[in-house]
């Protein structure tokens, strides 16, 4: 057969080896029958999951799944000890921005993450010794203030890279918010015992009882530590500023939890209990009143409606579940009574411009509502309270001047936690704060190792188009739903609500990762490939190997990765994509980077399993 | 006593006969002078595949070949590269013991393609020769009539030219016997078709030495 007399395209006419397509794509055969082959070269190129992009630590949530699916929990729970202090704490209260972003949510439904994570964060807590080892000591002190979130991470952190750790904590016991600010049918107790004993067990120092500015000044934690972390969090409740505040039986949220979780508590609700917010802690306050024993609780919010409440939907569910009243659209304007509550004024009101980020316009001029109330609890956020801080680190908004790495100046001071994101438009969560501790954590030992700080360069390729993968493979599947203690008892005791997954239900949920954009050892292009150009010691993640010289780019491996993990590089050129085989992997750190690594020493040492 | 292996490394159809005229001519020459040699084509690559990498071998040797029923090079002490791209590859370098010389056909220095060399360590020598554009390689960009008779998967038996290196081969087989003298220039030259190419490219090489083996 001859090409002459033959139609050419105009998309052909420039006939350099490279721009016609392959005879599986698309007009492939138009031309050529056989068509133009190796035009690309496939290569392994892993992607970052949303899940892992979305989570405040940046957890490789995919790769903990896979090692669950797989049985290798120990493995799994490692993996995550990587980012995560204490898996057992999140995996209770997390409001899981990964579940968000995760790419089955656009399919039927999330992966519940959580869950998986709460399954291997027990499992740590049952082991004898932790996986976790201390780093080499490099004779270094650091103070960090604060145990919650932030201040932990940090700590843990830090221990790892063989710091001196001494944490100084305000309260009787250590946990910070963990602690204070989570209610124990949330977060057990002995659970965060567990985690903070695990810490110590990394050699850190706690110092319960101590606080700055008062026990231990600025120029103290100047003198004696090389460096301090300051994750002091947002301890001021904001009030109201409603007439008649400071009366007997107004509480405040996050104190009002505190107490309860210190055991320090003298709170007696009555029956009637307003609870004035409408956020998370909000909700942690009303569903806490009912079983400190009110008998009805309404929630009084700004917000005109449910969808509109910066909350958890499920957590929102759960609390209507359980009784709780809603009343949309209000603001206390005062709070009556002869010197104890009696009742609430209440003014119609709304935002000024978006919702929660505004300030609340109240409509004065129209009638105002009687609200009878025994107990008022007003949870609508928290502020920084910094006496003991040096002027010149403060900034305008009262809160902690620094540069985008947390550090206070050019001192070796930093920042981490809500007081450093409060404003960032970041919401702050425990698992935000845990991630900003790490990276603290990780800045400080590069300023003490005398490193440039510099901002993260490499390009992350997130993987959020299902298009990028082959859904093909992946059957529709309902998620495992988490059990849950009856609505009608619940509200009588302190027992976890949400309860924990058995071994078959975490496998199960694992089972329907999708594995976004990295490579899951699913054996796809080992077997498809019909050279076969594709090798493997052993059936492993980001184990393949492919034999580029035999390879002849028929593209079918790429057509068939389920995860969207195998890519075409255009082999004729120099400007374009990859430029040597074995640099055509390392676009991300961690778990993908690392299987890099091991692809880069393959002939060298045996296989690892990750 | 010398031995020598040589590998091509090219691309299916459309320059997979520059590969075979190389080492075809090379042996050729070696018997001339009466040398032991072989030449033969790696019967596990696609030389029927559009751009497939494909690899021809040559063995000289003053002794009886040994290894003749060896399909492959195992420890090539030379490697040609007849389309530049081939450099970013994979790891064509494997089994090259020390004093070794790479030629590529690019119109890039070497001072840039060492860059893209696994185990550049192993070379005494760089070449790169801009074949191409020596050989006047018209055909690669617009003569699309004529190359459509090459890329219709014929390998090679609707070829209009049937003479030796009357293309991008003539460059390369210059780079290669001035370069390392594995047969004699005056044993080689009658043989090749475009020889207006092969003395411009003895001219027109870019050697860059590396590190040298001392024997």
Redesign the interface.
């Known amino acids: 057969?001859?090409?002459?007399d033959?139609h050419?395209p105009e998309w052909l006419?420039?006939?350099?080896?490279?721009i016609t397509p392959a005879p599986s794509q698309e007009k492939g055969q138009d031309l050529?029958?056989?068509?133009?082959?190796?035009?690309i070269?496939p290569v392994y190129r892993d992607k970052l999951p949303p899940c892992n992009n979305a989570c405040g630590t940046n957890e490789k949530i995919q790769g903990y799944l896979d090692l669950v699916k797989r049985g290798k929990y120990l493995d799994a729970y490692a993996l995550i000890k990587e980012d995560m202090p204490f898996p057992s704490v999140t995996g209770r209260v997390c409001y899981h921005p990964c579940e968000q972003a995760c790419n089955r949510g656009k399919y039927d439904e999330a992966i519940s993450i959580r869950a998986v994570e709460r399954f291997l964060g027990d499992l740590g807590q049952a082991l004898t010794n932790d996986v976790v080892k201390p780093g080499k000591p490099n004779g270094k002190k650091v103070a960090v203030v604060g145990s919650g979130p932030a201040g932990h991470s940090a700590a843990y952190q830090l221990a790892r890279l063989g710091y001196k750790v001494t944490i100084l904590e305000k309260s009787p016991k250590a946990g910070g918010l963990n602690r204070g600010g989570i209610p124990d049918w949330v977060l057990p107790q002995n659970i965060l015992d567990r985690e903070i004993e695990r810490l110590e067990q990394l050699g850190v120092e706690i110092k319960t009882g101590v606080e700055v500015g008062k026990d231990v000044s600025w120029d103290d934690l100047k003198k004696n530590y090389d460096a301090c972390v300051l994750a002091v969090g947002l301890i001021e409740p904001n009030s109201v500023k409603a007439e008649g505040e400071d009366k007997k039986g107004v509480h405040y949220g996050l104190p009002f939890l505190r107490d309860i979780g210190m055991g320090t508590s003298k709170v007696k609700l009555g029956a009637r209990v307003a609870v004035i917010g409408g956020g998370n802690t909000a909700i942690d306050c009303a569903r806490e009143a009912l079983r400190q024993g009110a008998a009805e609780v309404t929630m009084i919010t700004v917000e005109g409606n449910k969808n509109e409440m910066p909350a958890s939907p499920e957590d929102l569910h759960d609390m209507l579940e359980e009784g709780v009243e809603l009343m949309h659209g209000r603001a206390v304007t005062a709070v009556l009574g002869n010197g104890k509550v009696e009742a609430l004024q209440l003014h119609k009101a709304r935002f000024q411009g978006a919702i929660n980020a505004s300030p609340i316009t109240v409509d004065r001029e129209a009638p105002s509502e009687r609200f009878a109330a025994d107990n008022v609890i007003i949870a609508i956020g928290q502020r920084a309270s910094l006496n003991w801080l040096p002027a010149e680190f403060k900034n305008e908004r009262g809160t902690i001047k620094m540069d985008k790495f947390g550090r206070l100046g050019d001192t070796n001071f930093f920042a981490a936690g809500d007081i450093a994101q409060v404003g960032s438009g970041q919401p702050l969560m425990v698992v935000n704060a845990v991630g900003d501790g790490k990276r603290v954590a990780f800045n400080l030992d590069k300023v003490m190792r005398g490193e440039k700080l510099q901002p993260r360069t490499i390009p992350v390729d997130v993987i959020f188009d299902l298009n990028r993968m082959n859904m093909t493979y992946f059957p529709h599947f309902p998620r495992v739903q988490q059990e849950m203690l009856p609505t009608k008892t619940r509200t009588k005791t302190q027992d976890e609500v949400i309860q924990a997954f058995t071994e078959e239900q975490a496998v199960e949920e694992a089972n329907r990762c999708f594995s976004c954009g990295t490579c899951n050892a699913c054996d796809n292009c080992y077997l498809v490939c019909p050279e076969p150009c594709i090798a493997r010691p052993e059936r492993s993640n980001g184990m393949y190997k492919i034999?580029?010289?035999?390879?002849?780019?028929c593209r079918v491996c790429i057509e068939e990765c389920p995860t969207g993990c195998l890519e075409g590089v255009p082999?004729?050129?120099?400007d374009t994509g990859?430029?040597?085989?074995?640099t055509a992997f390392a676009i991300s750190p961690g778990l993908h980077g690392r299987q890099a690594q091991e692809l880069k020493n393959l002939g060298d040492r045996p296989a690892k399993n990750i | 006593m010398s031995y020598t292996e040589l590998t091509v490394w090219t691309r299916g159809i459309i320059m997979d006969k520059e590969g075979r005229d190389i080492v075809n001519s090379i042996s050729a020459s070696a018997r001339i002078e009466g040398k032991y040699a072989q030449a033969m084509e790696n019967y596990v690559d696609n030389p029927d595949r559009t751009n497939c990498p494909t690899r021809k071998y040559c063995r000289v040797s003053d002794n009886v070949l040994e290894n003749e029923l060896t399909y492959e090079n195992e420890h090539p002490n030379i490697v040609v590269l007849v389309e530049g791209t081939m450099v970013k590859g994979w790891d064509y370098m494997r089994g090259m013991p020390p004093g070794g010389t790479l030629v590529i056909n690019t119109h890039y220095t070497p001072d840039y393609m060492i860059r893209f060399v696994p185990g550049a360590e192993r070379l005494a020598q760089l070449v790169c020769v801009d074949a191409a554009k020596i050989a006047d390689h018209k055909w690669l960009y617009y003569r699309l009539g004529e190359l459509g008779l090459d890329r219709l998967s014929t390998e090679g038996a609707a070829e209009r030219n049937k003479s030796i290196a009357p293309d991008i081969a003539a460059p390369l087989i210059a780079a290669v016997v001035k370069t390392t003298g594995i047969v004699k220039m005056k044993t080689i030259e009658p043989m090749i078709a475009n020889k207006h190419a092969f003395e411009v490219a003895l001219n027109e090489l870019h050697i860059m030495p590396l590190n040298p083996v001392a024997v």
């Open positions: 057969m001859s090409t002459k033959t050419i006419t420039v006939p350099f080896a490279g050529f029958p056989t068509g133009n082959w190796r035009s070269r034999l580029v010289d035999y390879c002849k780019g082999e004729l050129d120099f990859v430029v040597r085989m074995d």
